[in-house]
Structure formats: structure tokens, C-alpha cells
């Protein structure tokens, strides 16, 4: 039977090197598993992901930000995560509508009912069944991130943006503890492992 994974956090607590790692537990219990990402996952998407995350001569105004992020995941639904769940795939997606909740209903201060609504839009009753939120505080992330690259246009915003992105994160933990868990990721990698591993298995995903 399909699952639907999805994997969140703020910028710099391991998103892609726990995704590898699920992706590998996932096929070591012989489930059959695409790796993907939002926004992006599509032609469309990776357009539209260029778009959000390089530095805009004119500012992008909010609204323009959030349905752009839905018409990216209309695409990738559409042509990626529904055909996959269909064929009774897994699906990891790095990042999905918790993001949106997180980034630009925490972080933006956008109403969080019109992102349910377009949610309902976009995506009917199809929720995840598993979001694992990466959690650290806001200055390791930014630490980590830091190192990597320089920021793009949203990495750019102010601690104070992050600090609602993360509290947005764990608000939507405690809303929905049936299919959204928290993980703390400001430890070892190999404990972070094995927290991951632990909620996979209470959920009967692994
Ligand atoms: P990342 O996947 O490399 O972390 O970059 C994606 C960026 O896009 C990240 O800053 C979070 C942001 N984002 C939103 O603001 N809203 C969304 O709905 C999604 C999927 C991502």
C-alpha cells in the first residue's frame, strides 16, 4: 500500500541528508519509493521554484508567493504524486503544504484559512500521511544553512521570520499529532536516525 511522506523544517536541520536516509530505509524493506520536492518535482515546478527562491528585482508581493507555491503543487500532484501513489509507490517529498501553513502563514503572517482553503482547492482530501518536522532553533539552522551557500530570497529574512516559521511548524504538530511529529534534530546525526527511524516504525511505515 502507497504512503505519503513528507519531510519540513527550517532551513539548515538536515532535510536532505535524513531524506537519503529515509529513502533508504523505505527501500531496504523492499518499498518501492520516488524521491521528490516543492516547490518543484515538475518542468513547471522547477520554473516556478527559480522563480520563488532567486532575487527578485521587485519585490514579489505575498499573495503572489502563496499561489505560486500552490500552482507548483497542483502541477506536481497531477503529474508526479498522485500517478506514484496510483501505482502504489511511496512518495518523499521534501517539503509539501506544510510549508505553506509554516513559511507563509507563519513566516509571511498570511491567514492561515485562506491557505486551508486553497489547500481544499488544490488538493481535496489528500493530506500526507506522515510529515516528520526537522526541529532545531533558529540560530543552528541558520548556522548550518549559512555554511552551505549564500541565502536565496526567502533564506534571506530575519530571524524574527524564522522564529515564526518554526513556531508555525510546531503549532501545526500539535494540531494534527495523528500524522505530523516533530523530531529534534539539534543532536547527532545518528540520533536524529534513529528518532526518524522510531515514528516510521510506531506508524506501521516501515
Ligand atoms: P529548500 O527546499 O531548499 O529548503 O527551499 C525551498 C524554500 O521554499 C524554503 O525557503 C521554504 C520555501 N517554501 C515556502 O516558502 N513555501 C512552500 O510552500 C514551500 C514548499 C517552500
Known amino acids: 500500500m502507497s504512503k505519503f511522506i513528507t519531510l519540513e523544517g527550517i532551513e539548515g536541520v538536515g532535510k536532505t541528508s535524513n531524506r537519503d536516509y529515509i529513502r533508504d530505509l523505505l527501500e531496504a524493506t523492499g518499498k518501492p519509493c520516488i524521491v521528490t520536492r516543492e516547490p518543484g518535482g515538475t518542468a513547471l515546478g522547477e520554473a516556478l521554484r527559480e522563480l ?25 500532484l497531477h503529474k508526479v504524486i498522485r500517478p506514484a501513489l496510483a501505482a502504489g509507490k511511496y512518495v518523499l517529498c521534501d517539503r509539501f503544504t506544510e510549508a505553506t501553513y509554516a513559511y507563509q502563514g507563519g513566516g509571511r503572517q498570511l491567514s492561515m484559512d485562506k491557505i486551508a482553503e486553497l489547500e481544499k482547492l488544490v488538493q481535496g482530501d489528500l493530506r500526507p500521511d506522515l510529515t516528520i518536522i526537522l526541529d532545531a532553533p533558529v540560530d543552528v539552522g541558520r548556522e548550518r544553512a549559512g555554511q552551505r551557500s549564500a541565502p536565496d530570497r526567502i533564506e534571506q529574512e530575519k530571524n524574527d521570520f524564522f522564529e ?21 534534530a539539534n543532536q547527532p546525526l545518528a540520533q536524529v536516525q534513529q528518532q526518524i527511524k522510531q515514528q516510521l516504525q510506531s506508524r506501521d511505515i516501515i
Not at 520563488?52 to 502541477?75: W, Y
Not at 515564526?164 to 504538530?173: N, Q, T
Open 52 to 76: 520563488l527562491l532567486q532575487h527578485a528585482q521587485e519585490k514579489i508581493s505575498d499573495d503572489a508567493e502563496l499561489l505560486l507555491m500552490f500552482a507548483a503543487r497542483a502541477e506536481h
Open 164 to 184: 515564526r516559521v518554526r513556531s508555525a511548524y510546531l503549532d501545526l504538530a500539535n494540531l494534527h499529532p495523528e500524522r505530523i511529529c516533530t523530531v529534534d
